[in-house]
């Protein structure tokens, strides 16, 4: 398992930008791949964004393609998730994520809030 914790989460007009940090620690390497998912209460978790770790390849959900952008700084051992032009919608837990098997993702942190008010 690998410890992650988020950090960046709060409340922000539409419009607006925020940046979401996730440190990492407590692993034996290698990650795989690292990421970024959400959710609503009620609803399944949605994947928003991930970084594969051996070539920085990425991946966005379509409903954040050209908002957001996901990133790592190896040498702090941090995932960033940088959000802007958010919606309403954004408005979620999100969670930041890790695969250390090679199986997907395997570790998530205790989730920080995002809320978007219109």
């Known amino acids: 398992q690998v410890h992650l914790v988020e950090s960046g989460g709060g409340s922000v007009q539409a419009g607006g930008s925020q940046r979401l940090s996730c440190t990492v620690s407590g692993y034996t390497p290698p990650i795989y791949q690292m990421g970024w998912v959400r959710q609503v209460p009620g609803k399944a978790r949605e994947g928003v964004a991930r970084?594969?770790?051996?070539?920085?390849?990425?991946w966005y959900a379509d409903s954040v393609k050209g908002r957001f952008t996901i990133s790592q700084d190896n040498a702090k051992n941090t995932l960033y998730l940088q959000m802007n032009s958010l919606k309403p919608e954004d408005t979620a837990m999100y969670y930041c994520a890790a695969d250390n098997l090679g199986s997907g993702f395997n570790s998530y942190g205790q989730g920080t809030q995002v809320t978007v008010s219109s």
């Open positions: 970084i594969y770790t051996s070539d920085g390849d990425t």
